[in-house]
């Protein structure tokens, strides 16, 4: 599996939006945490994603 940093995801954002338009802002930092942690959650000791 493939882990993105948040750097990365704010990079690929940025040029997602100089080539296609939009507002490159980051509106919620934590909201963009929250989403990138998702997927390594875990509940009573096991993977939710396996």
């Given at each position: 599996?493939?882990?993105?940093?948040?750097?990365?995801?704010?990079?690929?954002?940025?040029?997602?939006?100089?080539?296609?338009?939009?507002?490159?802002?980051?509106r919620d930092e934590g909201l963009l945490d929250?989403?990138?942690?998702?997927?390594?959650?875990?509940?009573?000791?096991?993977?939710?994603?396996?």
């Amino acid at each position: 599996m493939k882990i993105l940093t948040k750097g990365h995801i704010i990079m690929l954002h940025k040029h997602l939006t100089e080539e296609t338009g939009g507002i490159a802002d980051l509106r919620d930092e934590g909201l963009l945490d929250a989403a990138l942690a998702a997927p390594f959650q875990s509940f009573d000791g096991s993977e939710m994603y396996p």
